[in-house]
């Protein structure tokens, strides 16, 4: 059985301290993340609990680590900026979000401290697992995860206020537009292996829905099927 962690723990010490994770948070908004909301849902989120505890002493270095199975935990800078450009276009209450790659279920948390309701796809069943568990041990009860295929989206729970992608693909599928409400937004990294662009979808006043670069990223590829 999964115990809910103490506040201690969570807390963390050293290198996985308050005072490790606010210099991090500096650093993020050093590169020009500047939403306040966004860096205090990080600062108060313990990164260093959503990977191996052998890499746990580096959970608060502005790098991706991986996370077994070939699959990384994203670096803390790209995580506060897909979720800065996401943010800005939810409703302030009620808002339902939608990813795809929960990968460690960091990016997910993050969410679940701004959303209503966080909803998560991960297609390697062994991640989800381990998701799954730390969204308990936490004490997260406004994220659901689902293992399965990301190209389907979630369409039970749809229109989504927002869509977060987080494995990189040439094109994102066009069922997660059909999944997205009519002023909802959606951020993913578009590309191929070799490094993407981060791209937000946002309708523009004619309700037109505009593609719009932010910056270069290098995520891990959105595949197909389930493992
Ligand atoms: N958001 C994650 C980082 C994700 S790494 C975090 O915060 O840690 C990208 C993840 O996307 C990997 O775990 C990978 O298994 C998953 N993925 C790739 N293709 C997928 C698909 N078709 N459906 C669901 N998940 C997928």
Sequence with gaps: ??????EAEIAGV???????????????????????????????????????EALASRAYEDVSLPI??????SQPFVVAR????LVECLPRRGARVL???TGSGYQA???????ETVYTIERVRALAERAHGRFRQLGLRNVQLRHG??????????????IIVTAARAQVPAELFAQLAAHGCLVAPVGGSGGQELVRY??????????????LVSFVPFVDGRA
Excluded: N, Y
């Excluded at 948390?109 to 959303?115: D, F, P, Q, R, Y």
């Excluded at 295929?149 to 927002?162: L, R, S």
């Design 1 to 6: 059985m999964l115990r809910r962690l103490t």
């Design 14 to 52: 050293g290198m996985t301290s308050q005072r490790t994770r606010d210099r991090l948070i500096d650093r993020v908004r050093a590169k020009g993340v500047c939403d306040e909301r966004v860096l205090e849902t990080m600062r108060r989120t313990p990164r260093h609990l959503f990977m191996d």
């Design 149 to 162: 295929d990301g190209h389907e989206g979630w369409p039970g729970e749809a229109p989504f206020d927002g």
């Design 99 to 101: 990813e795809i790659g």
């Design 109 to 115: 948390a993050v969410l679940a401290g701004l959303a």
């Design 68 to 73: 077994g199975h070939g699959q990384t935990i």
């Design 202 to 215: 946002a309708p523009d006043e004619e309700g037109a829905r505009q593609a719009r670069v932010h910056d």
């Design 82 to 85: 897909m979720t800065e450009l």
